[in-house]
Structures are given as structure tokens and as C-alpha cells.
């Protein structure tokens, strides 16, 4: 604690020894008087019949076997720390599996005795705890895009061709979590964005013919996307049109310059809205939205479809 405090001028936390399984305590890195969030985690061993473990470059540091699954778990790097029993000497490792050895009761690592407890070791504790990164101005940039999101009525979410593809959900699993980190903001949004696939703006097939497409809405029911409470019922551009014509099966049953007329059975349309509307009831239902605004939802959903769907 004092060669931590003093010396490195970090903060050590020690571990009340009831509670002490392989770890006597954790160092908190502070880098210009800001305490980071990066810790590492140290045991301790002191005494000469420590020290006097010798290997021809330094000490043999012995453990037990019941550790070695919690060090590697840990969720922060482990120094091993070994004293004299004067505190003239102290030599340190970082715990690695690969480096260590089978024992005759357990395990051990070679320390080096070049691995000494000094102002100097700043920069190899450093590099062990991982890097340290300045979050704010990524903050700010999360919280402006939250206004712009909050200020806007509609919502066009581009959905690149790499993802259908692959059969990914970034884009809407990233927007699906910046709406519902707050329940105000997850109530505003009902309803309020369509998807546009711009990578196919110059395919000639309408979107619904496009089997990738069609298998990337597909599966997106599949993994619980909750469309219905997400998408347009705006009639010109819907997104819930485009979904019901992805996931069901159908046929054309006219073209004209304006519009395709398609054929769709409706036990087909009964069972996507089904689907869905088991989803909408899981999310509702975990981000605590109300059975009333539920059951508003689902009204439009099935007024739309009555509209949309003769």
C-alpha cells in the first residue's frame, strides 16, 4: 500500500482478509490525478522462505492449483508480489497460464530479479492494465445524435447491403437501443421509422423480389426484431407493407407503370402478424410499456392491415 500510494501515487484496495481467495488487493490506475477505471489485481507473499526459492535468474513463486482458474477469469490482470521479510526486496510478474509451470503440490512461475518494485515499473503496469480511453468526446457526440433523434418526427433507417447479406441487425439493434434507453423517449418513437436498402436503388426487381432481402426480414422475426412497434402504418411508404410482402409468399397478380397488384394468402398475412405480434408483446412487456399503449399499437396494426390488405 505504500509503494502504491506513495511511490506510484495511485490507490490500493485492500481485500478483507475473510474475503481473500488468491487476491490481497487491487491497484487503481490515476493518470494526472484522474482515477481511470483500469485496476490490477495482486497477491502477496512475504518472507525469506519466499525469497529463497531460487532459480538461476530469480525466485520461484509457488501457488496453489485451486487459483489458477480464478486468476485466468479474473476480470483484470494479476500481479504476483513477492517480499522479504524485511521489505528490502520485492520482486513482481504478471500472472500468465501460458508461462506457468506443474509442481510438485501445485504450480509455479520464475520471477526475474530484474523485476524489482520501483518508480520505474509505471510504464509496464501501465501497458498491463490496458488501455485508458477519453470517452467525452465520444459522449458528446452520442448525446447530440440523442437530440436530433428526439427533434425528429420520422425516422429513415439505411440498412447497407453488407448486413443483409450477412443477415446482420446492427443498424437496427444500434437504433432499437439508443430509442429505448429512456421510457419518454421509447413512447415517442412508436411507429415512427421505415427502412430504405439504398445499395439496391439501382436493382431493377422491386424489394420484396430480392431474395436476400426476403431472407434477412425473414430471419429478423426470427431473432425477435420488434418491428410492430417500431414501423411506419404510414400507407404511402410502410414499412410494415414491405415486411408482410417479405415474409409471406405471393403472387403477381397484375403490373401496371404505377403500382404491382400481388396476390397473398390471408392465412400467410394472419401468421406474420402473429409472429409479430408475440414479439411486440415480449418488448412491451420488458421495457414496461403499457397494456393501453400496447393495445393502441395493435389496433392500428390491424386497421392498417384492413386498409392494406383487402
Known amino acids: 500500500e505504500n509503494f502504491v500510494t506513495k511511490t506510484l501515487r495511485w490507490i490500493y484496495r485492500s481485500v478483507p482478509q475473510e474475503s481473500d481467495f488468491g487476491v490481497d488487493g487491487y491497484v487503481d490506475v490515476v493518470v494526472d490525478n484522474k482515477v481511470t477505471g483500469r485496476s490490477i489485481a ?27 482458474n480464478y486468476y485466468a477469469n479474473l476480470h483484470c490482470p494479476v500481479l504476483l508480489i513477492v517480499f522479504s521479510s524485511d521489505l528490502k526486496q520485492s520482486f513482481w510478474r504478471e500472472f500468465d497460464l501460458s508461462i506457468t509451470n506443474s509442481g510438485k503440490s501445485g504450480w509455479w512461475i520464475e520471477i526475474s530479479r530484474k523485476n524489482i518494485l520501483s518508480h520505474e515499473i509505471v510504464i509496464d503496469w501501465l501497458k498491463i492494465a490496458g488501455d485508458i480511453t477519453d470517452y467525452s468526446d465520444e459522449l458528446k457526440i452520442q448525446w447530440a445524435m440523442d437530440d436530433a433523434l428526439k427533434e425528429s418526427s420520422f425516422m429513415l433507417l439505411s440498412i447497407p447491403k453488407s448486413e443483409v447479406l450477412q443477415c446482420k441487425f446492427d443498424r437496427v439493434e444500434g437504433i432499437i437501443k439508443k430509442i429505448s434507453k429512456n ?19 439501382d436493382d431493377p426487381r422491386e424489394l420484396y423480389e430480392i431474395q436476400e432481402i426476403r431472407n434477412w426480414f425473414k ?20 414499412g410494415l407493407k414491405l415486411l408482410i410482402y417479405c415474409t409471406c409468399e405471393y403472387e403477381i397478380s397484375k403490373i401496371t407503370e404505377e403500382k404491382h397488384i400481388l396476390l397473398i394468402e390471408s392465412t400467410a398475412i394472419a401468421d406474420c402478424l402473429r409472429k409479430n405480434f408475440k414479439i411486440l408483446n415480449f418488448f412491451t412487456n ?25
Open 183 to 201: 421510457y419518454d423517449f421509447l413512447v415517442t418513437k412508436r411507429n415512427g421509422f421505415d427502412i430504405f436498402f439504398p445499395d439496391y436503388d
Open 42 to 68: 495482486v497477491q502477496i507473499k512475504c518472507g525469506d522462505s519466499y525469497i529463497n526459492k531460487k532459480t538461476k535468474i530469480g525466485v520461484k513463486y509457488e501457488g496453489e492449483n485451486k487459483h489458477l
Open 219 to 238: 430471419k429478423s422475426i426470427e431473432i425477435g426484431i420488434p418491428w410492430l412497434y417500431f414501423l411506419s402504418l404510414n400507407s404511402l411508404m410502410s
Open 286 to 310: 420488458k421495457n414496461e410499456i403499457s397494456e393501453d399503449l400496447n393495445k393502441e399499437i395493435s389496433e392500428k396494426i390491424s386497421n392498417f392491415t384492413k386498409e392494406n390488405f383487402s
